[in-house]
Structure formats: structure tokens, C-alpha cells
């Protein structure tokens, strides 16, 4: 009976410890004792990496560092055990790549992950440099990630989130004492902080807008080769990167060493654009390459007369149905109507990118079209108010003539009545 009942507790026993269900994480002196040191070096790493995503995902410090996380001793940090120490800057794409290169290590946690960071780290500018002459200013994993507060990408609180990139790339590349040794220039975060991207994403909140991966690549920043810009500006912008690349521009400009869309537009400080940009004037792209003379030139005059005349032409259609509007006249169809000349005035600007003319004004044409016939229903609805309002005066002119007639006879009527009255 006894003995029974020590089996049952002994069994019971057993069976806790060897149930995975209540997983404590297993003791990690490494943290434990890193955080007693009361050295702010030693026991920082430790604080920051209860957030991490690697602690989330159930590894410790020895993931990285190695050792035995189950000694309370100096001992746990026995290279014998295969402690590392702090890596040094060059270990790092290899200590982080052990898993992230492994696929099917990898699969057993996310399957849709990529697992080619470190392939197309190595084909970067920083990749290059730090394998090659052993540059240590470049960027690692960890400058972009941080070693001890990894997060994904989608965690707004990460490092590398889309609302954060820009900072985390500046702190280098906007600190001009950092890259003084560097040709480059170091205003690319200033810039961007100007162009029109960076308002969509930070004014609009539209996280669609690039930010420095999204041209540059996560992984494989490098001075974006000349074929290779026109796809990038391209992911976003097809119809123009489509145009373009079948275009008189696309050969000569490769020729010239030219990077395509950012010869007209810039690259970090991409503004709106407007349709000044087009023609021959003061702001206009193509004045930098063509005069009045030649034939790029007076396509450029041509194309920015064509785009004006409609953008004229809706712009007082626009005006027009809009003060019949305000004057109580039904016009909801012609406004609606005038939408399509709005729709050919965008295409007609997107044609600008096969410079040809024709092209630009096959979508013109019926812009004009559907802007003459709105400004037509205009004209008609306040020819139709200034009728009725011609009809109206004259039933008011007949209608107080009535009265007048009317009081006229009440007051013969009541004359003749007093006459006649005896009494008097
Ligand atoms: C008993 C306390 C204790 C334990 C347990 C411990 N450490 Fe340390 N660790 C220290 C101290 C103290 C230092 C500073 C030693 C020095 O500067 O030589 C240190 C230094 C380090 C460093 C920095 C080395 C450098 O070169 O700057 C790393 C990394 C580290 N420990 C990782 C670990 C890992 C991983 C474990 C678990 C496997 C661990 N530690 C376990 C106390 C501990
Ligand atoms: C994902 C990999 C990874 C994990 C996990 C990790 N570390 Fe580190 N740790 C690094 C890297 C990389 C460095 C080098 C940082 C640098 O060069 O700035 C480092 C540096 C350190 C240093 C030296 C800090 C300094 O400024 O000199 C200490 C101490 C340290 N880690 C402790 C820990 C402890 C304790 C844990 C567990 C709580 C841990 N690390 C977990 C990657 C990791
Ligand atoms: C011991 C293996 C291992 C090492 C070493 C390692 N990681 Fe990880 N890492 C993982 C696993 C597993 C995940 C979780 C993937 C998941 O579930 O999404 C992860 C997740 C991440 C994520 C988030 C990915 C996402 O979108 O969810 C980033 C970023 C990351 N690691 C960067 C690093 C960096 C930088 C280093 C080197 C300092 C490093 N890792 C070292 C295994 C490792
Ligand atoms: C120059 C900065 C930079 C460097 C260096 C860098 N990363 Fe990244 N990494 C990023 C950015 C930015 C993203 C976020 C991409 C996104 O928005 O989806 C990212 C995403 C990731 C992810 C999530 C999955 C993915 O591929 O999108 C992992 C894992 C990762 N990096 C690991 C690494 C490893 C390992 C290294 C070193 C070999 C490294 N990173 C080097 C900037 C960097
Ligand atoms: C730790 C600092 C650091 C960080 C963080 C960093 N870089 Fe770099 N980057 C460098 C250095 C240093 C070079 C080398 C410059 C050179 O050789 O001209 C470089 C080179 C480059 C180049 C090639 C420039 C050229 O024409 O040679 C590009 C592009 C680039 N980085 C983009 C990025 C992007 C995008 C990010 C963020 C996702 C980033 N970098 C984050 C330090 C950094
Ligand atoms: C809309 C796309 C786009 C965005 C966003 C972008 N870049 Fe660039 N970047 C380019 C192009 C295109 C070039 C190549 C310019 C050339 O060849 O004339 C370039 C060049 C560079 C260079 C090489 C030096 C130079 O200035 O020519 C660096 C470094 C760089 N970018 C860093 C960054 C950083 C950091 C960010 C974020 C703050 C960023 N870029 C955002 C498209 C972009
Ligand atoms: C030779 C100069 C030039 C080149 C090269 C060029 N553009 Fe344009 N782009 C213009 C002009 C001019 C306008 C303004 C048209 C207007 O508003 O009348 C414009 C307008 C735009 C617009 C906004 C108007 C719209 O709806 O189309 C976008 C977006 C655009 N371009 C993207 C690109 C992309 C992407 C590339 C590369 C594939 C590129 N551009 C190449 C001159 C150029
Ligand atoms: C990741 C997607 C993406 C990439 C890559 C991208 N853009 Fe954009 N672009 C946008 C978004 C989103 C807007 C903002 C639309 C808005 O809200 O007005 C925009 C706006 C513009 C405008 C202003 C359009 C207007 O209506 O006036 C121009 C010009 C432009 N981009 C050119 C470029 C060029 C040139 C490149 C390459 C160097 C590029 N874009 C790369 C998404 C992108
Ligand atoms: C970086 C210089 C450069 C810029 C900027 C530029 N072009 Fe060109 N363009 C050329 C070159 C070079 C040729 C081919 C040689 C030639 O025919 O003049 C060409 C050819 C053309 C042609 C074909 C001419 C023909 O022979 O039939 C047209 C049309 C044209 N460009 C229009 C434009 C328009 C419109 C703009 C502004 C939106 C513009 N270009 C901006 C350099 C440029």
C-alpha cells in the first residue's frame, strides 16, 4: 500500500518533469549573473534582450556567445564549451548567418522567411569592404539590427521598421565626420526628409512610399547600377518605367551614364511633379539637354502645349460647372462626365515617359473632347437659369399687374358702394 503510493507520487513526479507543457525556460546564469555585476556594460545586454526576438523564440545567450548557460561560475564562459567572447566585427555576418543561411534550420521556425541575408550582404558595398580591405566602419547586421534588441521588421519598435530605416541608415551615412574618409556624399537623409516620398509615408502615413531599402535593398545596398534604377523607381511607378524603358531616352541615356528616371527626378529628393518640369523653361527637365532648335526640343514645346491646353480646358469646365452648381442648377452628370477628362490629363502626363508627341496627344484628344461637351452642359445650365429667371420677372411683372387691377376694382367697388348708400 505504502510502497504503492510512493510509486504514485514518484510517477506523478516523473511525469511533471517530464512534461513539456508549463516549458520553464531553462536557467540561463549567463543573464542571471550578468545582471548582478552592477556593470552597466555587462548587465545591459542582458536587460535588452528580454525583448528580443531570439529570446522570444526560446534561445539564450549561448546562441551567440556560447558556453554553458548551466554553470553559475566564471567557468560558464570556458572556451572549452565553446565560448566565443564579444565577436569581433568581422565574425558577425557568419555568427548571425550560422542559422539565418541554414534553410532548414530556419524552416523549423518560419518557413517564409528568407534565409539570404548573408549571401546578398556579401554582394553589398558594406559586405564587399568589410570582406575585402577589412573596412570596419561599414554596416553589419547588427549596426542596422542592434546585437541584443532584435525585433521584426513589422515591430514598430524595431530598428529596422519602415518608419525607422531612414534614422538607422543616417546615423552613418548623415554623419559627415563618420564618412569624412569616403568620397561620398553624406546627404542622402536630409534630402529624402525633402521629397515627396517621405511625406507620403511620414505626413500620409502611406507605408507604400520608399524609404532607403525599398531602393536600395535590405541587404545588398549598393549604388544602384543605371539598369537597375529604372526597375527600382519602376516597382512602384510601371506604367512610367514601362514607357521609359521603350523609349528614344532609355539606350542613349545608358550611354551618356545616365540613371534613367533620376536624371529628370533626382533620387532622394524626388518632388511632385508638375508640368513644368516639361518643355523648355526655367525648371523644365529637358532644357538641360535640348534647345528650341533641335527635335527633342520642339517635341518638349509640343508635348507641354498639348498637357497645358487640357489642363486649361478642365480647369474652366471645372470652374464653370461648379458656379452653376452653387447657383442651384442639377449638373452632378457633366461634373461626373468631366472626371474623364481628368483621367486623360494623368495618362497624358505618364505618355510624357515614351516622348513621343503623338503619344501624348492620343490621350489628349478625347480629354478635349470631354471637357468641351462639359463646358458646353455648363454654358447650357446657366443659359437655362437665366431664362427662367427671365420668366420669372415677367410672371412677377404680370402677377403684381393683377393686384394691382385687382385692388384698382375692390377700391371702384367700394367707392360706388359708399355713393349709393342712404342714409347720408
Ligand atoms: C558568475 C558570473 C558570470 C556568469 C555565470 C557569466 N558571465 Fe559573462 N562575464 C562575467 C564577467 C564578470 C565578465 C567580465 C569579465 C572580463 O571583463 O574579463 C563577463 C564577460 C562576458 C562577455 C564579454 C566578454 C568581452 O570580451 O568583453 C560576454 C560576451 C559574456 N560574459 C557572455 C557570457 C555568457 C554567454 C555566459 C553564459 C554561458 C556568461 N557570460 C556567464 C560574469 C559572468
Ligand atoms: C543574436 C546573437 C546574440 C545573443 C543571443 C546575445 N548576444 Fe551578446 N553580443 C552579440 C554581439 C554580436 C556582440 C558584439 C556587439 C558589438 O560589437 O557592439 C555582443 C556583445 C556582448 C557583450 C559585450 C558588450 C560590450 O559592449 O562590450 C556582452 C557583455 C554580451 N554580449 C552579453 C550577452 C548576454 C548576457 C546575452 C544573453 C542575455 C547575450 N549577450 C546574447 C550577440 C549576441
Ligand atoms: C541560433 C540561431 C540564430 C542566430 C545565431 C541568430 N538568429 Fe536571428 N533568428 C533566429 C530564429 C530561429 C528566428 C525566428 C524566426 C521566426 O520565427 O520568425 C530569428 C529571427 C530574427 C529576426 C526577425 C525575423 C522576422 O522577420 O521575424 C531578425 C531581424 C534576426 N533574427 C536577426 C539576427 C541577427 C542580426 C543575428 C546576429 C546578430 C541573428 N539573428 C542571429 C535564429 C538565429
Ligand atoms: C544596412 C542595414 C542592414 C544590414 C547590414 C543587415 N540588415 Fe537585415 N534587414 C535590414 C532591413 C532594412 C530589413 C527590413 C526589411 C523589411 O522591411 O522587410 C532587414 C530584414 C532582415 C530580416 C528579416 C527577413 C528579411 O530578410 O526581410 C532578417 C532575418 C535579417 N534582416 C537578418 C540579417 C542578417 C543575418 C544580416 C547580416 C548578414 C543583416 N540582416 C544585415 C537591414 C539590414
Ligand atoms: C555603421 C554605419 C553604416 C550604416 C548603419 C549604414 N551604412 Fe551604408 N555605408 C557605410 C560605409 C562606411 C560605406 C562605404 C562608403 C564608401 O565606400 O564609399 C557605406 C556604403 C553604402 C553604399 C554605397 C555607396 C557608394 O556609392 O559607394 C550604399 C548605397 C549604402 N551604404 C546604403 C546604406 C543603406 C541603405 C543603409 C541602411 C539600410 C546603410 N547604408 C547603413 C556605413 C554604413
Ligand atoms: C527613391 C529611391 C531611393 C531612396 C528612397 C533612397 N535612395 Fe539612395 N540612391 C538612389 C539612387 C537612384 C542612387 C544612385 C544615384 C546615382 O547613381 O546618381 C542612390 C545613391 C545613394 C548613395 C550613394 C552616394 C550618393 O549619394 O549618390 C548612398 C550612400 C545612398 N543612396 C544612401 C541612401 C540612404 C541612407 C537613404 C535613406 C535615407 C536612401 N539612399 C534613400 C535611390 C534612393
Ligand atoms: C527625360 C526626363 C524624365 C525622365 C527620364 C523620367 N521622367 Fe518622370 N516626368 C517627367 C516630366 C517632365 C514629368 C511631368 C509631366 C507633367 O506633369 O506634365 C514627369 C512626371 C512623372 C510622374 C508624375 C506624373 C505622372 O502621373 O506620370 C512620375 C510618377 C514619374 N514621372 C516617374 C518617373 C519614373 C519612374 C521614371 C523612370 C522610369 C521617370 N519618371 C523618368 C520627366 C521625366
Ligand atoms: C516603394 C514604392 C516606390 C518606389 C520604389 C518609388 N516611388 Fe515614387 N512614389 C511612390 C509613392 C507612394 C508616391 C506618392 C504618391 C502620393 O501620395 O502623392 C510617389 C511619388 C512620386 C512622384 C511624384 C508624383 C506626383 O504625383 O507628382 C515622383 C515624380 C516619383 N514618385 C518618382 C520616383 C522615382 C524617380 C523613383 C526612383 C528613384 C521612385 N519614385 C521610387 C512610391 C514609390
Ligand atoms: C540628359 C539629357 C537629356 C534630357 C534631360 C532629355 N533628353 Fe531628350 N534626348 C537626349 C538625347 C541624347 C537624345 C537623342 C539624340 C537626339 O535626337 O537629340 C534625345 C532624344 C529625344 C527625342 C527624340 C528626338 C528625335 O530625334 O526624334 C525626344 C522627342 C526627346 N528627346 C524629348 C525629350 C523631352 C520631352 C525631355 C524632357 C522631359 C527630354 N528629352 C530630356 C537627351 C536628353
Request: aromatic content about 4%.
Amino acid at each position: 500500500m505504502r510502497r504503492a503510493g510512493v510509486a504514485l507520487a514518484l510517477g506523478v513526479l516523473l511525469a511533471l518533469v517530464a512534461s513539456p507543457a508549463p516549458a520553464a525556460p531553462p536557467p540561463d546564469t549567463c543573464a542571471t549573473c550578468h545582471l548582478d555585476t552592477g556593470d552597466e556594460r555587462l548587465a545591459q545586454p542582458a536587460k535588452d534582450f528580454r525583448d528580443d526576438i531570439h529570446a522570444a523564440k526560446g534561445f539564450g545567450c549561448v546562441a551567440c556567445h556560447g558556453g554553458d548557460s548551466k554553470e553559475e561560475g566564471m567557468e560558464a564562459m570556458d572556451p572549452k564549451k565553446g565560448y566565443i567572447g564579444k565577436p569581433g566585427t568581422r565574425q558577425i555576418p557568419a555568427l548571425c548567418g550560422r542559422c539565418h543561411a541554414d534553410a532548414q534550420f530556419m524552416k523549423q521556425y518560419n518557413p517564409s522567411l528568407r534565409v539570404d541575408q548573408r549571401a546578398e550582404y556579401a554582394t553589398s558595398v558594406h559586405g564587399r569592404r568589410l570582406a575585402g580591405v577589412g573596412d570596419l566602419k561599414v554596416a553589419t547586421c547588427i549596426s542596422c539590427h542592434s546585437a541584443h534588441a532584435i525585433r521584426p521588421p513589422s515591430d514598430p519598435k524595431s530598428s529596422v521598421h519602415a518608419l525607422k530605416v531612414a534614422e538607422t541608415c543616417g546615423r552613418c551615412h548623415g554623419d559627415a565626420k563618420y564618412m569624412g574618409a569616403y568620397k561620398i556624399p553624406t546627404d542622402q537623409l536630409e534630402k529624402y526628409k525633402t521629397s515627396v516620398h517621405w511625406r507620403a509615408m511620414f505626413e500620409k502615413g502611406d507605408l507604400s512610399a520608399p524609404t532607403c531599402n525599398d531602393c536600395h535593398g535590405n541587404h545588398g545596398a549598393a549604388p544602384p547600377g543605371i539598369s537597375w534604377v529604372g526597375n527600382v523607381c519602376g516597382q512602384c511607378h510601371a506604367v512610367q518605367a514601362d514607357l521609359f524603358k521603350r523609349s528614344v531616352h532609355a539606350p542613349v541615356f545608358a550611354q551618356m551614364g545616365n540613371p534613367g528616371c533620376a536624371t529628370c527626378h533626382g533620387n532622394h529628393d524626388v518632388s511632385e511633379a508638375g508640368d513644368t518640369l516639361l518643355g523648355l523653361g526655367d525648371k523644365a527637365a529637358c532644357a538641360a539637354c535640348h534647345t528650341a532648335e533641335d527635335a527633342g526640343g520642339k517635341s518638349a514645346t509640343e508635348m507641354r502645349a498639348a498637357i497645358g491646353g487640357l489642363s486649361a480646358d478642365w480647369e474652366k469646365a471645372r470652374a464653370l460647372l461648379l458656379r452653376a452648381e452653387h447657383a442651384g442648377m442639377e449638373v452632378s452628370q457633366p461634373q461626373f462626365d468631366l472626371n474623364g477628362a481628368k483621367d486623360a490629363l494623368v495618362k497624358a502626363r505618364a505618355a510624357v515617359h515614351s516622348f513621343r508627341t503623338e503619344a501624348v496627344k492620343k490621350e489628349v484628344e478625347p480629354g478635349l473632347a470631354i471637357a468641351a461637351k462639359a463646358y458646353a452642359r455648363g454654358v447650357r445650365a446657366l443659359e437655362e437659369l437665366a431664362f427662367r429667371r427671365k420668366g420669372l420677372a415677367v410672371s412677377v411683372i404680370v402677377i403684381l399687374a393683377l393686384i394691382a387691377g385687382i385692388l384698382l376694382k375692390i377700391r371702384a367697388v367700394d367707392r360706388r358702394q359708399q355713393l349709393g348708400a342712404p342714409g347720408h
